[in-house]
């Protein structure tokens, strides 16, 4: 048994499928099944069996995995350890984010985190929506990921990094635009786009708005530049939507405080898995970011 065989069967049991990892792996398809197999012979145990195209663990390839991937991690970890002693804390972070934080927060943070442990370790951004982001997260598609808080997640950690203020988007030209004090219930009987409902923050947003007497409009948008670009457009709209540099290129909006609603409306948090492998560059990723102060006014 030979570290290429170990590092074979992992990526084997988690592509299930030969072709596939081979290709992963630049390495021919006769080398891999050969490899393998011989990897059963030397433990006298069947690791894969085949599904239609696709194969997958047995029994004993399940139980073999998780110890086969705990000494791989184990090892990996200590490499990355030892590149960070002689300065060269390096990899990769592939993270996925929000949409609302991509435009301001995220690009200082990792510039700031660049600057503190240089450009050795790449950093990979994938964006998307809560729910589907903690889904890949949980499958290991990512490392790390923005979201909102999502109850029920006990394999997860969620670190609260910022809040977001939640205003009313006007044109210009509407009458909210000049009201000094901006009540929810002066919404009541207009056309408000907001966040889907089946978001974590549409929900928060439709339980607001259903507490004061307000109907959501039938069209809804994922992102604030969407939602700008529909208020903007579509004469006497107006949205609900989180403060980002989003809405900035929309010149005839205008963004109104509500005053019942906190500025701390809503919480992004960084999300991980918690008992998962982390290698030192992610590490240092979830340390710098806890501890990273930033200025949503800069």
Same mark, same amino acid.
């Given at each position: 048994?030979?570290?290429?065989?170990?590092?074979?069967?992992?990526?084997?049991?988690?592509?299930?499928?030969?072709?596939?990892?081979?290709?992963?792996?630049?390495?021919?398809?006769?080398?891999?099944?050969?490899?393998?197999?011989?990897?059963?012979?030397?433990?006298?145990?069947?690791?894969?069996?085949?599904?239609?195209?696709?194969?997958?663990?047995?029994?004993?390839?399940?139980?073999?995995?998780?110890?086969?991937?705990?000494?791989?991690?184990?090892?990996?970890?200590?490499?990355?350890?030892?590149?960070?002693?002689?300065?060269?804390? +390096?990899?990769?972070?592939?993270?996925? *984010?929000?949409? =609302? $934080?991509?435009?301001?927060?995220?690009?200082? !943070? @990792?510039?700031?985190?660049?600057?503190?442990?240089?450009?050795?370790?790449?950093?990979?951004?994938?964006?998307?929506?809560?729910?589907?982001?903690?889904?890949?997260?949980?499958?290991?598609?990512?490392?790390?990921?923005?979201?909102?808080?999502?109850?029920?997640?006990?394999?997860?950690?969620?670190?609260?990094?910022?809040?977001?203020?939640?205003?009313?988007?006007?044109?210009?030209?509407?009458?909210?635009?000049?009201?000094?004090?901006?009540?929810?219930?002066?919404?009541?009987?207009?056309?408000?786009?907001?966040?889907?409902?089946?978001?974590?923050?549409?929900?928060?947003?439709?339980?607001?708005?259903?507490?004061?007497?307000?109907?959501?409009?039938?069209?809804?948008?994922?992102?604030?530049?969407?939602?700008?670009?529909?208020?903007?457009? +579509?004469?006497?709209?107006?949205?609900? *939507?989180?403060? =980002? $540099?989003?809405?900035?290129?929309?010149?005839? !909006? @205008?963004?109104?405080?509500?005053?019942?609603?906190?500025?701390?409306?809503?919480?992004?948090?960084?999300?991980?898995?918690?008992?998962?492998?982390?290698?030192?560059?992610?590490?240092?990723?979830?340390?710098?970011?806890?501890?990273?102060?930033?200025?949503?006014?800069?």
């Amino acid at each position: 048994m030979n570290l290429s065989q170990l590092y074979y069967f992992r990526k084997l049991a988690e592509v299930k499928h030969y072709t596939h990892a081979a290709e992963e792996l630049f390495i021919s398809q006769p080398t891999l099944s050969n490899s393998i197999s011989q990897l059963e012979k030397e433990l006298g145990i069947p690791l894969f069996k085949r599904e239609g195209r696709t194969i997958k663990l047995t029994r004993y390839g399940a139980e073999f995995y998780e110890y086969a991937t705990e000494a791989l991690n184990a090892l990996e970890k200590g490499i990355a350890l030892a590149k960070e002693h002689a300065g060269s804390p +390096t990899g990769s972070i592939d993270i996925g *984010a929000i949409y =609302t $934080i991509q435009s301001d927060y995220l690009p200082a !943070l @990792i510039k700031g985190y660049r600057e503190t442990f240089g450009r050795s370790a790449q950093v990979n951004v994938f964006q998307g929506l809560t729910l589907p982001l903690i889904e890949d997260l949980e499958n290991d598609r990512y490392e790390l990921a923005f979201t909102a808080y999502v109850p029920d997640k006990a394999n997860l950690t969620f670190i609260p990094v910022l809040t977001q203020q939640l205003v009313a988007v006007v044109h210009r030209s509407d009458k909210l635009a000049w009201s000094k004090n901006l009540k929810l219930e002066d919404l009541r009987g207009r056309e408000v786009i907001t966040y889907p409902p089946n978001t974590p923050i549409g929900a928060e947003v439709a339980q607001l708005m259903k507490t004061h007497g307000i109907t959501p409009y039938h069209t809804s948008a994922n992102d604030e530049i969407t939602l700008g670009s529909m208020v903007d457009s +579509t004469a006497g709209t107006v949205g609900l *939507a989180l403060n =980002t $540099i989003g809405l900035s290129p929309f010149r005839e !909006l @205008i963004t109104k405080k509500l005053i019942q609603v906190d500025d701390d409306f809503h919480t992004v948090c960084l999300t991980f898995k918690t008992a998962s492998y982390k290698t030192r560059a992610v590490e240092n990723f979830i340390e710098f970011t806890r501890s990273f102060e930033w200025d949503s006014k800069r």
